[in-house]
């Protein structure tokens, strides 16, 4: 599908809300100039990336939602490091958590950037099937560590099974 055709399908549905997702988005040619226009057409865009791409290039009126593969899921030297530095309190950094190990992971690396205070939320979830999320909140309130705890919704909606939704 061609970028205008995108955009008028997404604008078709005269939603003020935007979320540009699924794979990486940012692997896509045609998604820089899309998330641009989209924000010039007056939309609040969010986009939702694995953080392995260069954000740099990224509209700054758009709202960006950004993983940090935890240790656990084998993906973790995919982390991009350099992209914390674009990050503005109008964006979140993304977590998602297998195991203990990488809570204790994820509670160094939001302290040694200094998460908190860079965006505007961090968010830590579960792997689904894999931790228990009262674990998660648990320690979450024990550490009183300021995050949001997450579920994964679409597993909740579609169930656990369910690809591409």
Same mark, same amino acid.
């Given at each position: 599908?061609?970028?205008?055709?995108?955009?008028?399908?997404?604008? &078709?549905?005269?939603?003020?809300?935007?979320?540009?997702?699924?794979?990486?988005?940012?692997?896509?040619?045609? &998604?820089?100039?899309?998330?641009?226009?989209?924000?010039?057409?007056?939309?609040?865009?969010?986009? =939702?990336?694995?953080?392995? $791409?260069?954000?740099?290039?990224?509209?700054? $009126?758009?709202?960006?939602?950004?993983?940090?593969?935890?240790?656990? &899921?084998? =993906?973790?030297?995919?982390?991009?490091?350099?992209?914390?530095?674009?990050?503005?309190?109008?964006?979140?950094?993304?977590?998602?958590?297998?195991?203990?190990?990488?809570?204790?992971?994820?509670? $160094?690396?939001?302290?040694?950037?200094?998460?908190?205070?860079?965006?505007?939320?961090?968010?830590? &979830?579960?792997?689904?099937? =894999?931790?228990?999320?009262?674990?998660?909140?648990?320690?979450?309130?024990?550490?009183?560590?300021?995050?949001?705890?997450?579920?994964?919704?679409?597993?909740?909606?579609?169930?656990?099974?369910?690809?591409?939704?």
């Amino acid at each position: 599908m061609e970028r205008a055709e995108v955009l008028d399908k997404a604008l &078709s549905f005269e939603t003020p809300l935007v979320e540009v997702t699924g794979g990486e988005p940012l692997l896509q040619a045609g &998604s820089i100039p899309l998330l641009r226009e989209l924000c010039d057409a007056g939309r609040t865009v969010l986009l =939702e990336t694995s953080g392995e $791409r260069d954000i740099s290039q990224v509209d700054p $009126r758009v709202h960006r939602i950004m993983d940090l593969k935890a240790p656990g &899921s084998d =993906e973790s030297h995919r982390n991009r490091w350099e992209n914390i530095e674009h990050l503005t309190r109008r964006d979140e950094v993304k977590i998602v958590l297998s195991d203990r190990g990488d809570y204790e992971w994820a509670k $160094r690396v939001i302290e040694e950037h200094g998460l908190v205070d860079r965006v505007n939320a961090v968010l830590l &979830s579960c792997v689904w099937g =894999e931790l228990d999320p009262q674990d998660l909140v648990q320690w979450v309130l024990q550490d009183k560590l300021p995050v949001r705890v997450q579920i994964q919704v679409h597993k909740v909606i579609w169930g656990p099974n369910t690809q591409g939704v």
